[in-house]
């Protein structure tokens, strides 16, 4: 059993950085792939990014890349989403998963484990 919790969120001003943060819970978390994504209001949950158990492979969304990197730190059992250049179309809840998959993916439905989303909001 795992459980996720996020931090970070906030409000910030467009072009502003925040880093969002997904702690977990459980002994084997250093074993499974992690996304995060995110949902804005009246619309449905998209993927965002997500990184393989180990650390080395990432993967992001078109509409993030160049601007978001994910990054985890296992010890730590810690997972972070560093968003760069931030616009008003990033405001949504965001939220992290694990899967207990052996890669990560871009399906929602992949994902075993959830947290309860942490509020993105970029002002123009």
């Known amino acids: 059993q795992v459980q996720l919790a996020e931090s970070g969120g906030g409000l910030v001003q467009a072009g502003g950085s925040l880093r969002l943060s997904c702690a977990a819970s459980?002994?084997?978390?250093?074993?499974?792939?992690v996304g995060w994504f995110r949902q804005a209001s009246g619309k449905e949950r998209d993927f965002v990014a997500s990184i393989s158990s180990s650390g080395i492979f990432t993967y992001y969304a078109d509409f993030v890349k160049g601007r978001f990197i994910i990054s985890r730190d296992n010890a730590k059992k810690m997972v972070y989403l560093q968003m760069n250049s931030l616009k008003p179309e990033d405001t949504a809840v965001y939220y992290c998963?694990?899967?207990?998959?052996?890669?990560?993916?871009?399906?929602?439905?992949?994902?075993?484990?959830w947290g309860q989303g942490t509020q993105v909001t970029v002002s123009s």
């Open positions: 998963a694990a899967s207990v998959r052996n890669s990560p993916s871009r399906l929602m439905g992949e994902y075993d484990y």
């Open positions: 459980g002994r084997t978390f250093s074993s499974y792939p």
